[in-house]
Antibody, heavy 121, light 108 residues
Framework: EVQLVESGGDLVQPGGPLRLSCAAS????????MNWVRQVPGKGLEWVAN????????HYVDSVKGRFTISRNNAKNSLYLQMSNLRVEDTAVYYC??????????????WGQGTLVTVSS | SYVLTQAPSVSVAPGKTARITCGGN??????VYWYQQKPGQAPVVVVH???DRPSGIPERFSGSNSGNTATLTISGVEAGDEADYYC???????????FGGGTKLTVL
C-alpha cells in the first residue's frame, strides 16, 4: 500500500527555519518525481516545489524561491522541504504528493495527510 | 505566469448534471487534472490527462478539454459529491504546477 507521511509541522516565529519530512512507502520512491503542495486553511491549493528522481532538477513557486529548498534521500525513501526566513503567509498545511506515473511530474493520486506549519509571533 | 480560472461555486440538485469549468490560455494543449477535496481530507484525483478516470472513480465523473476551457462533468450528482474541485496543469513554459482557485460544489 502506498503511503506518504509528512512530519515536522510546528509553530514557528517569522524569520525562523523549519524542516518538513515526508516518509514514503509501498512504491519505488526513487522512480518518481515528488511534489510539495500547501493549503492555507479554508483556501485553495498552491503548488510549492518539486524534484526529479535523482534530485538533479528542482522547481519552485516564485514566492518561496531562495527561501525553501526541496531535497530527497532515495536510500531513506524520504522527501524534505527546508524552509527558512518563514513569513506569516507561509502558514498552511503542507502536503507531499506523488505523480500518477513515473513519467509524470505533477502531483497525482497519492497525497499525505498533511502537516500544519504556523508562522506567528 | 499561467493562470487557471474557476468559478467559486456551482450548485446543482441531486440527480442532475454539474459542469465545473477551468479556463486557461490554450489549456487544450495541456494535460488537465481534476481533484476533489472534502473538508479535512487530502485531495483525490477524479480525472487525469483531460478525461481519464483513476480506478475506483465512478463513471459519473468525466472530463473534456479544448481550446481555452477544460470541463469536469458530474452526472447524476449525489450528496456525497459535495466538495471543492480543483483543476491543475503543468506549465512547461515556467516549469510550474498550476492549480485553479477551486470550485465549491453544493448539492441542493
Amino acid at each position: 500500500e502506498v503511503q506518504l507521511v509528512e512530519s515536522g509541522g510546528d509553530l514557528v516565529q517569522p524569520g525562523g527555519p523549519l524542516r518538513l519530512s515526508c516518509a514514503a512507502s509501498g512504491f519505488k520512491f526513487s522512480n518518481y518525481w515528488m511534489n510539495w503542495v500547501r493549503q492555507v486553511p479554508g483556501k485553495g491549493l498552491e503548488w510549492v516545489a518539486n524534484i526529479n528522481q535523482d534530485g538533479s532538477e528542482k522547481h519552485y513557486v516564485d514566492s518561496v524561491k531562495g527561501r525553501f529548498t526541496i531535497s530527497r534521500n532515495n536510500a531513506k525513501n524520504s522527501l524534505y522541504l527546508q524552509m527558512s526566513n518563514l513569513r506569516v503567509e507561509d502558514t498552511a498545511v503542507y502536503y507531499c504528493a506523488r505523480p500518477l506515473r513515473t513519467t509524470v511530474i505533477t502531483p497525482g493520486d497519492y497525497w499525505g495527510q498533511g502537516t500544519l506549519v504556523t508562522v506567528s509571533s | 505566469s499561467y493562470v487557471l480560472t474557476q468559478a467559486p461555486s456551482v450548485s446543482v440538485a441531486p440527480g442532475k448534471t454539474a459542469r465545473i469549468t477551468c479556463g486557461g490560455n490554450n489549456i487544450g494543449s495541456k494535460s488537465v487534472y481534476w481533484y476533489q477535496q472534502k473538508p479535512g481530507q487530502a485531495p483525490v484525483v477524479v480525472v487525469h490527462d483531460d478525461s481519464d478516470r483513476p480506478s475506483g472513480i465512478p463513471e459519473r465523473f468525466s472530463g473534456s478539454n479544448s481550446g481555452n476551457t477544460a470541463t469536469l462533468t458530474i452526472s447524476g450528482v449525489e450528496a456525497g459529491d459535495e466538495a471543492d474541485y480543483y483543476c491543475q496543469v503543468w506549465d512547461s513554459n515556467s516549469d510550474h504546477v498550476v492549480f485553479g482557485g477551486g470550485t465549491k460544489l453544493t448539492v441542493l
